[in-house]
């Protein structure tokens, strides 16, 4: 028999099947979960997100107990809580005289490097950092495709796993005859259009009492905490799945980039704070809609699309993250120092796509793709927003946010501060790409169609102002000769005219701070 052995689960490992628990013995092994003041504010997490993590890992140890594993578990406010995992372990150890280890690798840059350090500290014990196997390639196999590439791309890697995974394939073909199906999705949403409700998850006890616990302690922290509805148990994750395979899937591809006033959630899942936590696997997620597909419940175009999100966006965005940190955090090619604005907090803003998504986001601590990266995203990238204080913000808004997640998307789709690691070029976009994919434009003092003047769409002239800005770095972009083309059109007098608009804007954009 193998000598006892603790076992420590994090805040986003809640799967019974990690690679730390496979070989339990639960007759004389011990799991340690801890609470920490420190990961609640090592940035100022979202109230909700703390709610979520915290009520979520109190579920687990309580389904883990009724498994019949021995669970010690540490609570935020225990009066012995040391605030560090490294004590935690160590008094753990220390009592029970256990010798071994046994951890799957943080998912996070930080968390990993001071785990490491610590195993090298403490040769006397058996430390064992296990791979994480929920995702669906490892770090290796993302080394080795990256390898001898000139430039990484997320479509061949998503390819390269659909073949490995038998993912929507056809005699080893793609199913439908084509990897992509992006050409028919992305339709503006038809105004008449009645969205799907989302399934409620009332608070249970131990729900309200993070709750309060996280106001007592986190009070100040953004958000509001009255409309919580996170899935916080894997039986809540799976009804959010099964809801979004039948109410929304079949319409997911068409509608992706769509947004609407008032509406957070359209045909999108939900689901990236329970895939994150570890409450759901991603290849189930991913085998489940691929089935409603072979089922004839959802179109290919539908499905394709989503698995694209999960499959290669998510596995892709864990690739880059692990191959470049830790000087990926640090990159800032366009040198933009711009300081956030307050409204990014406040929501107090006269655009109102902003108004729109940052208010969602204090509420719901969601948006969707498109809002994070093409209205809030694109601004703060025309806007010369700091990178560093853009990922901050990022990590600290969202329920989903986990670095590892949000620093490629943020630094790399969004920023492009990664000069172009991630994307092949900027998401910069003018006023009309939101007014083409939302009504929001239709409630808004300012005018989409104009280019310039105090009424005009501050992401028109912004979006001129910030070609001609990075006009040295940019324009021998393949993907942005037209757009240069375009600049090099207008008179002098026109370009004057736009960027004398943006520094006026940009002027008063500091000035509010
Ligand atoms: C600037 C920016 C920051 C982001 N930060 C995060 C983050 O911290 N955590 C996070 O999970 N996602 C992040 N995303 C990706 C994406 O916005 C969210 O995963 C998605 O909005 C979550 O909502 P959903 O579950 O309804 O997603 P859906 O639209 O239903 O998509 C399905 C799933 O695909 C995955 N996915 C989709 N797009 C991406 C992507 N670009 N990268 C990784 N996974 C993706 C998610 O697991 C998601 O649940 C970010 C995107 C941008 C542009
Ligand atoms: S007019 Fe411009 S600022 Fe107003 S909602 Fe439309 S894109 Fe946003």
Wanted: net charge negative.
């Amino acid at each position: 028999m193998s000598p006892p052995c603790l076992r420590l689960i994090l805040g986003d490992q809640l799967t019974p099947n990690i690679s730390s628990l496979r070989d339990m013995a639960p007759e004389q092994d011990m799991i340690l979960m801890c609470e920490l003041a420190t990961e609640a504010t090592y940035v100022h997490h979202h109230k909700q997100k703390l709610v979520l993590v915290l009520s979520a890992m109190r579920h687990f140890a309580r389904e883990l107990r009724l498994l019949g594993f021995k669970v010690h578990y540490v609570t935020l406010d225990a009066q012995d809580n040391s605030g560090s995992f490294f004590s935690e372990i160590e008094s753990v150890l220390a009592r029970s005289g256990c010798r071994h280890v046994a951890l799957t690798e943080p998912a996070e840059y930080r968390l990993q490097d001071q785990f490491r350090h610590w195993q090298q500290q403490h040769p006397q014990w058996q430390i064992d950092i296990r791979e994480d196997d929920r995702f669906l390639c490892s770090h290796d196999s993302f080394r080795r495709w990256a390898q001898d590439r000139k430039q990484l791309r997320m479509e061949y890697f998503y390819r390269q796993l659909r073949q490995e995974y038998g993912i929507l394939m056809e005699q080893g073909q793609p199913a439908g005859g084509q990897w992509n199906f992006d050409r028919e999705n992305r339709k503006p949403l038809p105004a008449n259009r009645v969205m799907p409700t989302q399934p409620q998850f009332m608070p249970d006890e131990i729900t309200l009492d993070v709750i309060k616990l996280v106001e007592s302690h986190f009070g100040q922290h953004f958000g509001s905490l009255e409309s919580f509805n996170h899935a916080v148990t894997r039986e809540q994750a799976l009804l959010q799945l099964s809801h979004f395979l039948d109410s929304s899937l079949p319409l997911f591809g068409d509608y992706q980039d769509a947004m609407r006033q008032d509406e957070p959630w359209l045909y999108h899942s939900l689901l990236s704070t329970s895939i994150n936590l570890g409450l759901l696997n991603p290849l189930e997620v991913i085998q489940a809609a691929q089935e409603q597909w072979q089922q004839g419940q959802a179109p290919l175009n539908a499905v394709e699309g989503f698995i694209r999100q999960i499959m290669g966006w998510r596995e892709y965005v864990r690739g880059l993250y692990w191959l470049h940190m830790p000087e990926y955090a640090s990159r800032n090619y366009l040198n933009a120092y711009r300081s956030l604005p307050s409204f990014f907090w406040s929501a107090d803003t006269d655009l109102n796509c902003l108004q729109q998504c940052i208010s969602q986001t204090r509420d719901y601590a969601y948006a969707h793709h498109i809002q994070r990266l093409m209205v809030i995203g694109n601004f703060a990238l025309l806007a010369g927003l700091d990178p560093e204080q853009v990922s901050r913000w990022y990590l600290e808004v969202y329920a989903d946010a986990y670095e590892w997640v949000e620093l490629p998307n943020v630094l790399g789709m969004v920023l492009f501060a990664d000069g172009g690691e991630m994307a092949s070029k900027p998401y910069a976009a003018s006023g009309a790409y939101i007014n083409r994919m939302s009504n929001y434009c239709k409630h808004c003092r300012y005018d989409v169609r104009r280019k310039s003047g105090p009424d005009a769409c501050p992401f028109n002239y912004l979006y001129w102002d910030f070609m001609a800005r990075h006009e040295s770095l940019l324009s021998q972009n393949p993907r942005l000769g037209l757009t240069y083309r375009q600049l090099h059109k207008m008179d002098e007098e026109q370009q004057q005219v736009l960027q004398q608009s943006a520094r006026i804007f940009l002027k008063s954009l500091d000035q509010t701070d």
